[in-house]
């Protein structure tokens, strides 16, 4: 069923009704309780999703990917593990998604599919970038989307018991929503990730102070990253106006380099282009592909000659020329390292060239990005980033605008998520400093059960959320042990000793072969191997005794004892030693 073309708004509602549990209808008239559960981001910066249950209805809010941290090798993000929803699939009346970003959306295509496929709910926007990220996990999946829209702020949504409805925030990405979840007991208040925009172009500074008036007692859910920041705002304004600065005066080309979700601002670059008689050419497939999107949906109107396929800058004057590329944060493969480690078909560096990084430093990419610089200032006289102009605006909030928030919706409750424990302790202390007692603010870890009825507290046990790794096709297949073989590989390498042995007599035949990696060269280690090979006879010669009856498993742990001590002795390292006998 093609929900997103055929069906009005109001057939799709009376179809989640009649696909609603019978059993609602009694249970709603019991008295229950509400509980709200992070699966994940209430320890970090991703992996965002929260279960709100109430007796046999359950709404879910987004479902994001964590990006792997420095000691999860080879591991490509981190899923929040559903094990509390096993067997509870039935119950699911909706998935909710407050914008596109990949710590909101990535974990969808796994996730839906695995919960039997609920109904999602998000802006158009969203919505595409979803399908997106269904399609390039698995070809032709986003066909199973079952979707609602929401076409309008003013859209209203029963799923279940809960009444849904929306406002609008900001956020450095399209179509960003607020969510509001009324329920029996309480009103739960999410704007997703957001900022406060005080300089916004084309539109009206956003107030909150409406949600004030939402029936009591009210729940702030507050997305808390800028929790320590002390930092005043960028406004878009002052950065647009910097950027198109820089655009001018530029000496030749001007290459730009940015998030591939911040279509807003690859707009505004475009619109400047149209005015100055410029051209404006995009790299990076995600970058394009956002703003396919954006165009298909009527987001973004430019004038048809204004973009220009990369392969023709070359084409027009340097200084007609606009690049927009993805990289900024040095990924491998994005298109700004390519170009600086001259490994681009079209775009060499040239001294003329202007170089913007229009970005934040994503955490734990600082060495990366760090690099790159060093490397593009060989290469260019001309490199501008956010610590010499205000050449980006960041898409969270800072100190004052917590405050701000708080104020203006002046929740019975306060709960900080979406970020770090350390931030959503500090964000906490804001609380209190604007006068909010202890039992009214919770600081949840991921897997708190908080329940709501009268009054709100945190259950004594939590619901499982250890990390759900995927690393190539497989999702949950590598756990901790994986890993930290893994990490013992990177740090000292492996050493696999093959040795045939005759099974009448037990001795060893010939000479052991040795296969190492990442622990030392073997060319170069002639006598240490020599050793090694005699040391392995005689252990397992003596191990063996004279044959027949003898335990294989004990004669490996001891070859792989003995031989980890006498390489430890030799070398100080310790390599994974994998002993493989033969026995013939
Ligand atoms: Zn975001």
């Given at each position: 069923?093609k929900?997103?073309r055929h069906a009005?708004f109001?057939?799709l509602?009376?179809?989640?009704h009649?696909?609603?549990?019978?059993?609602?209808?009694?249970?709603?008239?019991?008295?229950?309780?509400?509980?709200i559960?992070?699966?994940?981001?209430?320890?970090?910066?991703g992996?965002?999703?929260?279960?709100?249950?109430?007796?046999n209805?359950?709404v879910?809010?987004?479902?994001?990917?964590?990006?792997?941290e420095?000691?999860m090798?080879?591991?490509?993000?981190?899923?929040?593990?559903?094990?509390?929803?096993?067997?509870?699939?039935?119950n699911?009346?909706?998935v909710i998604f407050?914008?596109g970003?990949?710590?909101?959306i990535?974990?969808?295509?796994?996730l839906?599919?695995k919960l039997?496929n609920?109904?999602?709910?998000?802006r158009?926007?969203?919505i595409q970038?979803i399908?997106h990220?269904?399609e390039?996990?698995?070809?032709?999946?986003?066909?199973k989307?079952?979707?609602?829209?929401i076409?309008?702020?003013e859209?209203?949504?029963k799923l279940?018991?809960?009444?849904?409805s929306?406002?609008?925030?900001?956020?450095s990405?399209?179509?960003?929503?607020?969510?509001?979840?009324?329920?029996?007991?309480?009103?739960i208040?999410?704007?997703?990730?957001?900022?406060?925009e005080?300089?916004?172009?084309?539109?009206?500074?956003?107030?909150?102070?409406?949600?004030?008036?939402?029936?009591?007692p009210t729940?702030?859910?507050?997305e808390?990253?800028g929790?320590?920041?002390t930092?005043?705002?960028?406004?878009e304004?002052?950065?647009?106006d910097?950027?198109?600065?820089v655009?001018?005066?530029a000496?030749?080309?001007?290459?730009?380099?940015?998030f591939?979700?911040q279509?807003?601002?690859?707009?505004q670059?475009?619109?400047?282009?149209?005015?100055?008689?410029k051209?404006v050419a995009?790299d990076?497939?995600?970058?394009?592909m956002n703003?396919?999107?954006?165009?298909k949906?009527?987001?973004?109107?430019v004038?048809k000659?204004?973009?220009i396929?990369?392969?023709?800058?070359?084409?027009?004057?340097?200084?007609?020329?606009?690049?927009?590329?993805?990289g900024?944060?040095?990924e491998?493969?994005?298109?700004?390292?390519?170009?600086?480690?001259?490994n681009?078909?079209?775009?060499k560096i040239?001294?003329?060239?202007?170089i913007?990084?229009?970005?934040?430093?994503?955490?734990?990419?600082?060495?990366?990005?760090?690099r790159?610089?060093?490397?593009?200032y060989?290469l260019?006289d001309?490199i501008?980033h956010?610590?010499?102009?205000?050449?980006?605006s960041?898409?969270?909030?800072?100190i004052e605008?917590i405050k701000n928030?708080i104020?203006?919706?002046?929740p019975?409750y306060?709960?900080p998520?979406?970020?770090?424990?350390?931030?959503l302790?500090e964000?906490a202390?804001i609380?209190?400093?604007?006068?909010?007692?202890?039992?009214?603010?919770?600081?949840?870890?991921?897997?708190?059960?908080?329940?709501?009825?009268?009054?709100?507290?945190?259950?004594k046990?939590?619901?499982?959320?250890?990390?759900?790794?995927v690393?190539?096709?497989g999702?949950?297949?590598?756990?901790?042990?994986?890993?930290?073989?893994?990490?013992?590989?990177?740090?000292?390498g492996?050493?696999?000793?093959?040795?045939v042995v005759d099974?009448?007599t037990?001795?060893?035949?010939?000479?052991?072969?040795?296969?190492?990696?990442g622990?030392i060269?073997?060319?170069?280690?002639k006598?240490?191997?020599?050793?090694?090979r005699?040391?392995?006879?005689?252990?397992?010669?003596?191990?063996t005794g004279?044959?027949g009856?003898?335990n294989?498993t004990?004669?490996?742990?001891?070859?792989?004892?003995?031989?980890?001590?006498?390489l430890?002795?030799?070398?100080?390292?310790?390599p994974?030693?994998?002993?493989v006998?033969?026995?013939?």
């Amino acid at each position: 069923m093609k929900l997103d073309r055929h069906a009005t708004f109001r057939t799709l509602w009376r179809k989640l009704h009649a696909g609603s549990n019978p059993a609602l209808g009694t249970n709603t008239m019991k008295k229950q309780e509400l509980k709200i559960i992070p699966l994940g981001g209430c320890e970090e910066v991703g992996r965002n999703m929260t279960v709100f249950e109430y007796g046999n209805d359950i709404v879910i809010l987004d479902m994001g990917i964590q990006f792997p941290e420095e000691d999860m090798l080879g591991i490509n993000y981190v899923i929040p593990n559903t094990k509390y929803l096993r067997g509870k699939e039935k119950n699911i009346r909706g998935v909710i998604f407050s914008h596109g970003h990949l710590d909101h959306i990535g974990a969808a295509p796994i996730l839906l599919e695995k919960l039997n496929n609920p109904t999602i709910i998000a802006r158009p926007f969203t919505i595409q970038m979803i399908k997106h990220r269904q399609e390039d996990y698995s070809a032709g999946s986003s066909q199973k989307l079952k979707i609602i829209f929401i076409k309008k702020l003013e859209d209203k949504i029963k799923l279940g018991v809960f009444e849904i409805s929306f406002f609008q925030v900001d956020h450095s990405v399209m179509d960003a929503v607020g969510i509001i979840l009324k329920t029996p007991v309480a009103t739960i208040i999410h704007p997703g990730d957001w900022m406060m925009e005080h300089g916004p172009i084309n539109k009206q500074k956003i107030r909150y102070n409406h949600l004030s008036e939402l029936k009591k007692p009210t729940i702030l859910m507050l997305e808390s990253i800028g929790s320590i920041n002390t930092k005043k705002p960028v406004t878009e304004k002052e950065m647009i106006d910097n950027l198109k600065r820089v655009i001018d005066k530029a000496p030749g080309r001007t290459i730009i380099a940015t998030f591939s979700s911040q279509v807003q601002r690859i707009k505004q670059i475009m619109e400047h282009a149209s005015k100055k008689n410029k051209k404006v050419a995009l790299d990076g497939f995600s970058m394009k592909m956002n703003i396919e999107i954006a165009k298909k949906l009527g987001y973004i109107k430019v004038r048809k000659d204004i973009l220009i396929p990369i392969n023709k800058i070359s084409n027009y004057p340097d200084q007609k020329v606009i690049i927009m590329v993805t990289g900024a944060q040095g990924e491998e493969k994005a298109v700004l390292p390519r170009i600086v480690a001259d490994n681009h078909r079209f775009i060499k560096i040239k001294k003329t060239d202007t170089i913007i990084f229009s970005s934040s430093v994503i955490p734990g990419h600082e060495r990366t990005i760090q690099r790159l610089k060093d490397n593009l200032y060989r290469l260019s006289d001309n490199i501008i980033h956010s610590d010499i102009m205000d050449v980006h605006s960041s898409g969270h909030s800072n100190i004052e605008d917590i405050k701000n928030i708080i104020r203006q919706i002046r929740p019975t409750y306060f709960i900080p998520v979406y970020a770090n424990h350390f931030l959503l302790k500090e964000a906490a202390k804001i609380a209190y400093q604007l006068g909010y007692k202890k039992d009214k603010v919770i600081v949840p870890d991921n897997g708190s059960v908080i329940k709501v009825d009268k009054e709100v507290k945190v259950l004594k046990d939590k619901v499982p959320t250890n990390y759900i790794f995927v690393d190539g096709s497989g999702v949950g297949d590598v756990g901790e042990i994986v890993l930290k073989d893994r990490q013992k590989l990177a740090e000292d390498g492996m050493f696999v000793i093959v040795a045939v042995v005759d099974r009448k007599t037990g001795q060893v035949r010939g000479s052991p072969d040795i296969i190492s990696r990442g622990f030392i060269y073997l060319r170069e280690s002639k006598e240490l191997l020599g050793q090694t090979r005699r040391k392995t006879i005689s252990i397992i010669n003596n191990a063996t005794g004279n044959g027949g009856g003898v335990n294989w498993t004990n004669v490996k742990e001891e070859v792989k004892s003995k031989i980890g001590q006498f390489l430890f002795s030799k070398t100080e390292r310790r390599p994974i030693i994998l002993p493989v006998i033969i026995e013939v």
